[in-house]
Nanobody
């Protein structure tokens, strides 16, 4: 099992920055990929960024060049640095971890943190 706790959300003006953090606990050594998703009001959840154990990173086109995902292995955390924020970035951001087991991959989610970008 893995527990994920996000922090760092809040209200920011357009053009500003926020840094989200996701602290993982439990069987963190078996985590392969961690990711950030977001869900805006009335919209489907979308993948924002992923990072795997090989430090390979992928981003949604809408955030490329503005967001950076990183892992802090010492703290078992994954961070999302968000710069040049836009009102359309407003959403609940959730941390996701994929745990590799002998039975297959297990997926875990944090509770989410709200990011509001005002125009």
């Amino acid at each position: 099992q893995v527990q994920l706790v996000e922090s760092g959300g809040g209200l920011v003006q357009a053009g500003g920055s926020l840094r989200l953090s996701c602290a993982a606990s439990g069987h963190t050594s078996s985590i392969n990929t961690m990711a950030w998703y977001r869900q805006a009001p009335g919209k489907q959840r979308e993948l924002v960024a992923t990072i795997n154990s090989g430090d390979n990173r992928n981003y949604a086109d809408s955030v490329k060049g503005r967001f950076t995902i990183s892992r802090d292995n010492a703290k078992n955390a994954v961070n999302l640095q968000m710069n040049s924020l836009k009102p359309e970035d407003t959403a609940v951001y959730s941390c996701n971890a994929i745990l590799a087991t002998v039975y297959g991959d297990l997926e875990f989610w944090g509770q989410g943190t709200l990011v509001t970008v005002s125009s």
